[in-house]
């Protein structure tokens, strides 16, 4: 396909070794990512500034992630314990959705435990009548202001006797 096309953006992500294969999305993400700084700086809707500092905010993406593998110890026990059971709902904020949905699908691949992911907001909208001490709910946090609203969300789980679980995302700053 790519020499049948004028344009090709090709994320280099290598071989794919297996289904549940993280490295294409977020290879993805990253491409996606750039394409979006690029074309926001090109149009002026991304001063210069912030489209440098976004980027140099990614080159220490490997730093961040090496920093999440130090918590190998805490994941495994972690795994351990969500090993013994037999769903999972995943909640993502705004641009955190599709991580959510990334997680639950992975779950869903690697260890046949069934997961579904929803928008935070929705949790409410049913979802939250599945939320028992058997029903491990992961929330992708968000470091912006749509963590004030997941706050809630989180409340009403506790509150349920759900298995809470939050993974913050804080690897860009805003500039909102």
């Known amino acids: 396909m790519v020499r049948l096309t004028k344009l090709a953006f090709l994320t280099h992500a290598g071989t794919e070794i297996g289904v549940a294969s993280t490295k294409a999305f977020t290879t993805q993400l990253v491409g996606m990512f750039v394409l979006a700084v690029t074309l926001g700086t090109l149009r002026g809707h991304v001063i210069e500034k912030q489209g440098a500092d976004y980027l140099t905010q990614l080159r220490h993406l490997p730093a961040a992630l090496n920093s999440v593998l130090a918590l190998e110890p805490q994941i495994i026990a972690w795994s351990k314990e969500f090993s013994r059971k ?27 435990i069934h997961a579904e992911a929803y928008p935070a907001g929705d949790l409410r909208h049913g979802p939250l009548a599945l939320v028992t001490e058997a029903m491990p709910v992961v929330t ?35 500039y909102r």
């Open 140 to 174: 992708v946090a968000p470091n912006d202001t749509l963590l004030e609203k997941l706050k809630s969300n989180m409340q009403e789980v506790r509150a349920r006797g759900g298995e809470l679980s939050a993974l913050k995302v804080a690897i860009f700053k805003s």
């Open 86 to 112: 037999e769903n999972a709902l995943f909640l993502g904020s705004g641009l955190h959705y599709p991580i959510a949905l990334e997680g639950a699908l992975k779950l869903k691949e690697i260890s046949y």
